[in-house]
């Protein structure tokens, strides 16, 4: 194995590492709901809205990337760090 191949082995398991490390945990999800409801609302904001919201999710992780749904509709997903709450209303059934 040459050289170069082995710092691109050994660049792709440290950026892996490092996304592992950076995936956001179940609290972040969940404070993150509760932010972006208060934002869109003040008044759900107020009444716990949010907080709410955020005890009915289900937590799921790859590893590098997770995501929180309700009844099957992702309601946030995050990656290094960072978590993006969905704006769209899940579909009616």
């Not at 996304?19 to 609290?27: E, G, I, T, V």
Request: charged content about 20%; cysteine-free; aromatic content about 4%.
């Amino acid at each position: 194995m040459s050289k170069k191949s082995l710092l691109v082995i050994i660049a792709v398991l440290l950026a892996l590492v490092v996304a592992m490390a950076l995936n956001p945990s179940d609290a972040k999800h969940r404070s993150a709901i509760r932010d972006a409801v208060a934002q869109r609302s003040p008044i759900a904001g107020m009444l716990g809205i949010g907080s709410l919201k955020a005890m009915t999710v289900e937590y799921h992780s790859f590893g590098v990337v997770s995501y929180t749904s309700v009844d099957e509709n992702v309601i946030s997903v995050g990656a290094l760090g960072m978590v993006h709450v969905r704006r769209e209303a899940p579909p009616e059934k």
